[in-house]
């Protein structure tokens, strides 16, 4: 069975600041792997998806990277903002049966 | 595009009744999955669809079920609610099961 897990739980940084999110997975037998933002209150809104065959994609000031072999995938947010506070979740599609699996999600404060 | 459409917003039941949660998207997407969302469990899948007239089980999916007969919409019903189905609950469609997945606003539910 997949099992995904997002570390830190919770992460609190000054303005400006860069960081990394870490997700890492169990089964590398995965079709992608997709990153999600989530406002208190909201519903996921998709940042980057990225294809198993790929190694990385980028949009604007966030980098998300996948590494299949060590089951890992970072996603790089550059000079962080106060409006970056919220929830990242990444999920793994699973090549078994097309089901995806959810991490708990890293709950990320940028202090102004 | 309207996108991926749920309703109700809220909903309070109580114990033994039943309702439908509504689900409709609007990009022509074969895959469309529903969750539940609760502290402490991240998301977890309850029913999925890979197309009209094709559905599939969750990891979850006791006191629910679905039925897809349009590409449009994919409701979920609640057979005979009990306080453990309170939960936020969030539909997902995408083009099909190896891309980007986008969701829906999320209903939240409450069984008293």
């Known amino acids: 069975k997949q099992e995904v897990t997002q570390i830190p739980a919770a992460l609190s940084v000054p303005e400006g600041e860069n960081l990394v999110l870490n997700c890492s997975f169990t089964?590398?037998?995965?079709?992608?792997l997709q990153w999600f933002r989530q406002d208190p209150g909201k519903g996921l809104t998709s940042l980057l998806l990225?294809?198993?065959?790929?190694r990385e994609q980028t949009s604007g000031r966030l980098n998300a990277s996948l590494d299949k072999s060590s089951g890992r995938s970072t996603l790089y947010i550059a000079a962080s903002q106060p409006g970056d506070s919220a929830t990242y979740l990444c999920a793994v599609l699973n090549t078994n049966a097309g089901k995806s699996t959810f991490g708990d999600g890293t709950t990320l404060t940028v202090k102004p | 595009n309207a996108g991926v459409t749920q309703t109700p917003k809220f909903q309070v039941l109580k114990t033994g009744q039943s309702m439908t949660l509504q689900c409709a998207q609007d990009m022509n997407h074969e895959y469309m999955s529903w969750y539940r969302q609760d502290p402490g469990m991240g998301l977890r899948l309850i029913h999925y669809s890979v197309g009209a007239g094709i559905t599939d089980q969750g990891e979850v999916p006791n006191g629910y079920n679905v039925s897809r007969s349009t590409t449009e919409d994919f409701p979920l019903r609640l057979l005979s609610a009990a306080p453990s189905q309170t939960s936020v609950y969030f539909c997902a469609s995408s083009r099909d099961t190896s891309y980007e997945q986008y969701f829906g606003p999320g209903t939240r539910l409450t069984v008293t």
């Open positions: 089964d590398s037998a995965i079709y992608n």
């Open positions: 990225i294809q198993s065959s790929q």
